[in-house]
């Protein structure tokens, strides 16, 4: 099922870690409406990097998937309202967040991490905050800004 032009339901809610643990990763109604507002903001951060491939690495996590993947507990994975990706055709990924960062393309946070960019988008009717931030590694803390 395509959600938007280049971006599938499944792609969005595929989760590696849910198919390696046998765990349901299956999106409800409302997660779907969720990942679709996921994929409009990717189509915008796909014109804005050229029309390039992107390769997501995880959109939806069910919360037991989350646990399982050692996911922070508030995060906007599980409602599917967040989309970590590549795009090694555009540049690294802190050549695309610091892209994003500069485009006026909505989000509530966007966090360059250890290999992968995360969009998070705010929950229906909640205003986005626009907060970018750097992770370096797993355990590392939070930085604000994107630092590469
Ligand atoms: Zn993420």
Request: some cysteine; proline content about 3%; charged content about 20%.
């Amino acid at each position: 099922m395509t959600i938007s032009e280049h971006f599938t339901l499944k792609e969005l809610s595929f989760s590696e870690a849910a198919a390696r643990l046998g765990l349901d990763n299956t999106p409800g109604r409302i997660v779907v409406a969720n990942l679709a507002l996921v994929a409009a903001a990717m189509e915008k951060i796909r014109t804005l990097l050229g029309d390039r491939p992107i390769a997501v690495h995880s959109g939806y996590r069910s919360a037991e998937v989350n646990r399982a993947v050692g996911g922070v507990v508030t995060s906007a994975h599980c409602h599917g309202l967040a989309c970590d990706f590549v795009c090694p055709a555009f540049g690294t990924p802190a050549e695309v967040a610091l892209a994003i960062l500069k485009s006026d393309i909505e989000y509530d946070q966007l966090i360059l991490e250890y290999g992968w960019v995360h969009v998070g988008l705010a929950q229906v009717g909640l205003l986005s905050r626009r907060e970018a931030l750097t992770k370096r590694s797993k355990l590392a803390a939070y930085e604000s800004g994107i630092r590469s």
